[in-house]
Nanobody, 122 residues
Framework: QVQLVESGGGLVQAGGSLRVSCAAS????????MGWFRQAPGKEREFVAA????????NYTDSVKGRFTISRDNAKNTVYLQMNSLRPEDTAVYYC???????????????WGQGTQVTVSS
């Protein structure tokens, strides 16, 4: 089992920045791929970003490319999502996810956190 706990959500104005974090515990953080998904009100949960266990491979959905950066610190068992140039349409609950496969993490990861709310005001 892997337990994931997100933190760092909040309210920010459009154009601002925010960093959300996800601390993992339980089974070893390595070699799990980690990812972020989000769900806006009335919409389905969607993939945002993923990073492989080494940090050498990253994947982003098109709408956040150039604005969001995913990173990880394996010594701290933590993954981060730095969000810059935030837009009102980025408002959502952001979920951390983990899976042993960098392919599966893009669609149906095995482990999920509880989510953290990010609200971007216009």
């Amino acid at each position: 089992q892997v337990q994931l706990v997100e933190s760092g959500g909040g309210l920010v104005q459009a154009g601002g920045s925010l960093r959300v974090s996800c601390a993992a515990s339980g089974r070893t953080f390595i070699p799990y791929a980690m990812g972020w998904f989000r769900q806006a009100p009335g919409k389905e949960r969607e993939f945002v970003a993923a990073i492989d266990w080494s940090g050498g491979a990253r994947n982003y959905t098109d709408s956040v490319k150039g604005r969001f950066t995913i990173s990880r610190d394996n010594a701290k068992n933590t993954v981060y999502l730095q969000m810059n140039s935030l837009r009102p349409e980025d408002t959502a609950v952001y979920y951390c996810a983990a899976d042993q496969s960098f392919i599966v993490i893009l669609t149906t990861p095995r482990y999920w956190g509880q989510g953290t709310q990010v609200t971007v005001s216009s």
